[in-house]
């Protein structure tokens, strides 16, 4: 196999769904270059026109709330929640999709958003069928988060249908971000998250599983609504990225930051990061970057130094270093907690990883997965 890394960034080839034109030169690091031409003014002329138009929408429908936000309380949601009060001037309604077992970092920060004065509606899926959907997920996917993320997604929208708010605002979108614009299109329109089950052909209702007790009903907030119903009932659906020429990263963490927002108190190299302010109420995350380290050959920590190059924080040659020193690490104590969640010994959980490692990228020495590749050069096996 082949791995290719952008010649701007260090984003290897290997994303799911990640474009790379015929520089070698990925989506997202063209899209930043791109940002000088666009014309923000105008974007976030045309925002505050949705704005407007949900405001007058909303008081025709006798509604209180005029936006729809799902928030985790980080640093996106933070930025978010913010943006649409203060700056867009409406009265947002945020829906907190917990994820099962919080840590206490990530209750402090939704308590922390809900104290900035904000109405918040928490929505707790059944923890039984979360735990399953987690394991149903790790043993088939490798991935121990991919169902509770159905869930966050889909709270926003179900809830924008069930309370007649006529606007979604949601933060980024992962073409722009990550540059996966094969997956989903590189636009404001928030109702392509619908694209990345489309096309990575799986929907919600692949995690349906009798034998385990899992039926279509036990999914119920895990699935967007049909987007023509939502049309049809006059709902807009945004990503704030898009239109926001403040949206960054690291700028949305000092923006929270300022506002309250608590990080992780942890060695970084538990962490597989250098920030602390990401992936804060939910500690599953953390053994997931890993995994996907281990599948695709870059982690959680190769995605900041990519955000940090574009910015013009980083150098290319610079960023090599924080890759090697902290990308796809997990402290012990994740991966201990993962698999007392999971409800399976570590050895089990190595043998379900083991079996997801791209051999072709690591190999196994004295009992531990190490990198055949050198992080930014284009390798071959
Ligand atoms: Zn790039």
Redesign the pocket.
């Known amino acids: 196999m082949k791995m290719r890394y ?1 010649k ?2 260090l ?1 290897p080839d290997t994303r799911p769904g990640v474009v790379f034109d015929d520089e070698c ?2 989506f ?2 063209r899209y930043e270059e791109s940002k000088v031409n666009i014309d923000f003014a105008q974007r976030e002329a045309e925002l505050q026109a949705y704005a407007d138009e949900a405001k007058a929408e909303s008081k025709k429908r006798g509604n209180i709330y005029d936006c729809i936000i799902g928030v985790s309380g980080g640093k996106d949601s933070t930025f978010q929640a913010v943006y649409a009060k203060e700056k867009l001037g409406l009265n947002p309604l945020l829906i907190n999709c917990m994820p099962d077992e919080i840590t206490e970092v990530g209750q402090k920060n939704i308590d922390n958003l809900n104290h900035l004065g904000f109405d918040i509606i928490s929505i707790r899926p059944n923890p039984i069928v979360a735990r399953k959907l987690a394991r149903k997920s790790f043993y088939e996917r490798g991935n121990i988060v991919a169902a509770s993320e159905y869930c966050l997604w889909a709270s926003a929208y179900i809830m924008a249908v069930k309370f007649n708010i006529p606007l979604i605002i949601q933060g980024e979108n992962a073409a722009l971000t990550l ?1 996966a614009a094969k997956n989903q299109e590189a636009t404001g329109n928030a109702f392509s998250v619908l694209q990345l089950e489309t096309i990575r052909g799986a929907s919600v209702d692949s995690f349906v599983d009798l034998s385990n007790n899992i039926t279509e009903k036990d999914l119920f907030l895990y699935k967007i609504p049909d987007v023509e119903l939502m049309e049809k009932m006059g709902i807009r659906a945004v990503f704030l990225q898009y239109y926001s020429k403040e949206w960054s990263q690291v700028r949305n963490a000092d923006f929270a930051i300022a506002r309250g927002l608590t990080g992780r108190s942890d060695d970084l190299h538990d962490l597989g990061r250098y920030r602390r302010y990401t992936a804060l109420d939910s500690d599953l995350q953390i053994p997931n970057q890993m995994i996907k380290y281990l599948k695709f050959g870059f982690g959680y920590a190769t995605d900041e130094v ?1 955000y940090d190059i ?1 910015e013009g924080r980083l150098s290319r040659e610079d960023a090599k270093w924080y890759v090697n020193e902290y990308d796809g690490l997990c402290g012990q104590k994740y991966i201990d907690a993962t698999c007392r969640y999971l409800g399976i010994d570590e050895a089990e959980f190595w043998r379900v990883v083991d079996g997801f490692v791209n051999k072709d990228l690591f190999e196994k020495k004295d009992g531990r997965w190490v990198k055949k590749f050198t992080v930014g050069e284009d390798y071959e096996s």
């Open positions: 952008c701007h960034c984003q030169v990925c997202a690091c540059g990519c574009r």
